[in-house]
């Protein structure tokens, strides 16, 4: 029952990030279209420097898988103090502390990771 839930996640977020990557070009030239327009009225003038500057894409991922791994186990936390868990009485608890702990370790060090990698490239930069 599991692995279809597994399989099917696993298939949202690839085809969700094959999308993201389709429908950039279409949200850049419709960006460009509003920026042709009148620049001194646009509330949105500067979007296509937004979605075209790839400067900060090491900062933004690290801070977004930082932010899921400690959203997770901050959850957890929660859960164990209002519901409690007795973990030594059932295989699928430890399994399930077992894999919560392991998929937030994966996302917080990667993430801690794109933001080493942003901090040196910033350090090159100068």
Do not use: P
Request: charge should be positive; include cysteine; proline fraction near 0%.
């Amino acid at each position: 029952m599991y692995d279809v839930f597994t399989v099917a996640i696993v298939f949202a977020a690839i085809y969700f990030t094959v999308k993201l990557f389709i429908d950039r070009k279409g949200k850049l030239m419709l960006i460009d279209k509003i920026e042709k327009l009148n620049m001194s009225d646009n509330k949105y003038a500067g979007l296509n420097d937004l979605f075209s500057n790839r400067k900060n894409t090491g900062l933004i991922l690290g801070s977004v898988l930082c932010g899921i791994g400690l959203g997770l186990l901050i959850g957890h936390l929660i859960f164990v103090a209002i519901y409690g868990i007795n973990i030594q009485n059932s295989a699928f608890a430890q399994s399930y502390v077992r894999d919560l702990f392991i998929g937030s370790g994966a996302l917080i060090f990667g993430g801690l990771g794109a933001l080493f990698a942003y901090f040196v490239n910033r350090r090159e930069e100068k």
